[in-house]
């Protein structure tokens, strides 16, 4: 069988590897959402007793949206199905599928301590898993120019986030907030469409 023959076998195949990980997380949206729960006395100061949970809601929303949009386009520069690419795939929605567990007990515990730990390895776990699917696909997929540079592009942003991720273990001892703070960093890093890193390395 030949490369062109592969490709065209590969193609429906990472379809449904692609749209079996949007339905992954569009449940994992939902079962976050479902931890916003109204208040069942009435007030506005009742309603605002709610704002540690909501936080945690929206940070944890930018993050799954962040690795939708990341995945849909790593996944367009795959040719082909692999063992490794399902497995390694899988391996990321179950680290993501952690995500609502410790957002909805960072909300409960008002961003304590040890719940921003739990938070960070969360958010941690992911981004470690989202390293290996790259190289599958970097190996086994488009050998483009476009390919490329985004592969680069991500991989030291992936490197960059995991130190950010690691920084606000000790700064969290310090404040929780600050640990916070390294979490919604990484959020910004990956949501500009350019950032300060490819920059530095030129692209």
Request: proline fraction near 6%; charged fraction near 15%.
């Amino acid at each position: 069988m030949s490369d062109d023959e592969r490709g065209r076998e590969g193609r429906p195949g990472i379809g449904r590897v692609e749209a079996f990980a949007d339905g992954v997380l569009a449940i994992i949206i939902t079962i976050m959402v479902l931890e916003l729960r109204p208040p069942e006395q009435p007030g506005i100061e009742r309603l605002w007793l709610l704002w540690p949970t909501f936080l945690a809601y929206a940070l944890s929303f930018t993050y799954v949206g962040i690795y939708w949009v990341n995945h849909h386009r790593l996944f367009s520069h795959a040719r082909q199905v692999t063992n490794a690419l399902v497995w390694f795939n899988l391996a990321l929605l179950f680290a993501l599928s952690l995500i609502p567990f410790s957002t909805a007990y960072l909300g409960a515990q008002h961003f304590s301590r040890e719940a921003t730990l739990l938070y960070l390895a969360t958010m941690l776990f992911p981004a470690l898993s989202y390293t290996p699917l790259q190289h599958v696909i970097r190996r086994t997929g488009a050998k483009t120019a476009d390919a490329e540079t985004y592969h680069r592009q991500t991989m030291r942003k992936g490197i960059v986030a995991t130190i950010i991720y690691l920084t606000g273990v000790p700064l969290t001892f310090v404040s929780p907030w600050l640990g916070i703070g390294c979490a919604l960093l990484v959020a910004i890093l990956w949501f500009l469409p350019r950032s300060p890193i490819d920059d530095l390395f030129g692209g």
